[in-house]
């Protein structure tokens, strides 16, 4: 009985951005008397149905935009005998439509790190339940991933979770209804040893793949002072502490390691915690802007942003202090109107973000949005297709416009001046391709209708990728050690390092 684990996508480029995470996850909590998984990652390649042989497991993780996708790959592994299970935040949701739609004999809703192993277990016993309840489970039992399965060559970023969940509760977002709004935070001994197996491997760039890395904010800690609640302020302080403790041990990994975040904004004014990010390696964060007008932010519950000129400056800070932003901004809001596009955009040109994604609102399923959305269709909603009415614009005009501020924030004049930090011609032009790149892999490919656009534009991300992935490899570094952790003896002897 062969185990399979799919990530299903409808596009393939043979090369992709981050690894993702969860397939090398389910892979070390698959008990070895299975042997080893087949790994199947279609924004690589397409599956092929002949590896997939009667009495398998096959194992497919959805979130909304490719529960379609792995729909079909599940009627199509059922209809060759194997046993399907579904997992991921779209199934864990909706467990019931991956039985109806997507031939599931079973589906693990929540963390997979524990149930995934039980309900492998049950197929090989011929009795597969409907629904295992993975739940949210403690950070002390989440399972470290199996980097010894990843194509090297394939991949520019690794991603290693350090803390799962969320505290705050963004109306267009599934993860704190999923992860939790309570931060479970890995021990930085657990953490460490996933990087130093990558940088060994040759990883040089690793996402941090956190819902929020900062999930303890100056205003949580001044609130609970002020209410003299001590038992929560000690817990705040103590998981504040082993963010910093986490920090200082990645401060001391090599000199070539970057890594990546995602953070609220809030983060921007605790200036001694993006001192210790830089100080860390981590050069980048997403940060969640959404909309630079109170309306705005208002309408997706996060009044904690701040617009306008303070939103500005507050985006500066970060730059400042050596963390760059990936601007994330959400158009189609009800209080948008066609003067904001424009607005946006000379605000994260002015906000100086290095990078900057635009993204149209959609309810997913999961969120506030999607509750109120789905409660004024009455009583008959459509189980898939997701739209949103605006009260001013028309879902062709969000679109256009949206594509339109991709096109301004990723000319090439734009992007060369946002390139000006960096010395180096050599450096600039990497600047410039891995710009041109992201944005024609989550522009054209994400928002366009024209299909020839789209057909275009991934064979130029397919082109560009090549050299892109050589700039993101590093000399691998067999002899790494954990930083802060006693060296062994055979590798003391050996003479350890690169
Ligand atoms: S959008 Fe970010 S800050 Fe808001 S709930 Fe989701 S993870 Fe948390």
């Known amino acids: 009985m062969n185990v399979h684990l799919i990530n299903p996508s409808s596009v393939s480029f043979g090369t992709a951005v981050i690894t993702p995470r969860w397939q090398y996850v389910l892979a070390a909590a698959t008990p070895k008397s299975f042997g080893d998984p087949i790994l199947v990652d279609e924004t690589l390649f397409q599956m092929d149905p002949k590896q997939i ?15 379609l996708r792995g729909y079909e790959i599940g009627k199509l592994a059922r209809e060759r005998g194997a046993y399907v299970i579904f997992g991921g935040i779209h199934a864990t ?15 693990v809703k929540g963390d997979g790190d524990i149930a995934w192993a039980k309900a492998l277990e049950d197929c090989r016993a011929g009795t597969p339940k409907p629904v295992y309840v993975g739940g949210q489970i403690e950070a002390s039992d989440f399972v470290a991933a199996r980097w010894d399965l990843v194509p090297r060559d394939r991949y520019m970023w690794a991603s290693v979770q350090t803390v799962r969940g969320c505290p705050k509760h963004c109306s267009f977002c599934s993860v704190w209804r999923t992860d939790g709004q309570r931060p479970r935070q890995r021990t930085s001994d ?17 996402a941090l793949a956190d819902d929020n890395f900062y999930p303890v904010t100056q205003t949580d800690i001044k609130l609970a002072t002020a209410q003299k609640n001590t038992a929560r302020l000690s817990e705040l302080n103590a998981i504040r502490d082993e963010r910093f403790e986490l920090m200082s041990r990645l401060a001391q990994l090599p000199d070539d390691m970057v890594f990546f975040t995602q953070i609220t904004m809030e983060a921007a004014e605790d200036t001694e915690f993006l001192d210790a990010m830089k100080a860390a390696h981590i050069k980048g964060a997403l940060v969640g802007v959404e909309s630079v007008t109170p309306a705005g932010l208002k309408d997706v519950y996060k009044d904690f942003n701040l617009a306008g000129e303070a939103l500005i400056e507050r985006l500066r800070t970060f730059r400042r202090h050596g963390v760059h932003v990936l601007g994330s901004f959400i158009f189609g809001l009800p209080s948008d109107r066609p003067e904001t596009f424009d607005a946006t955009v000379a605000a994260a040109q002015s906000a100086e973000v290095t990078f900057a994604q635009f993204v149209t609102l959609s309810p997913y399923p999961g969120t506030v949005d999607f509750i109120r959305w789905e409660k004024g269709l009455g009583a008959n909603p459509p189980t898939i297709a997701l739209y949103w009415d605006h009260p001013v614009m028309s879902a062709e005009e969000i679109r256009s416009r949206t594509q339109a501020v991709w096109d301004n924030f990723y000319s090439f004049s734009s992007i060369w001046k946002r390139s000006n930090f960096i010395k180096s011609k050599r450096g600039r032009l990497a600047f410039v391709l891995i710009s041109k790149i992201y944005r024609q892999m989550y522009a054209d490919t ?38 802060g952790m006693p060296v062994p003896v055979p590798a003391l002897a050996a003479g350890a390092g690169d």
């Open 93 to 107: 949701l909706y467990p019931q439509e991956a039985i109806d739609l997507g031939g599931a004999h079973a589906v």
């Open 190 to 206: 657990v953490v460490l040893e996933e990087i130093v197996q990558l940088r060994r491997l040759g990883f040089r760039f690793v």
């Open 53 to 67: 042989q009667p009495g398998d497991a096959v194992g497919i993780g959805i979130h909304t935009a490719n529960a």
């Open 446 to 483: 994400g928002i366009a209708t024209d299909s020839a656009r789209v057909s275009r534009s991934r064979k130029w991300v397919r082109w560009l990728a090549i050299p892109c992935r050589h700039l993101f490899a590093g000399r691998p570094m067999p002899g790494l050690q954990v930083p």
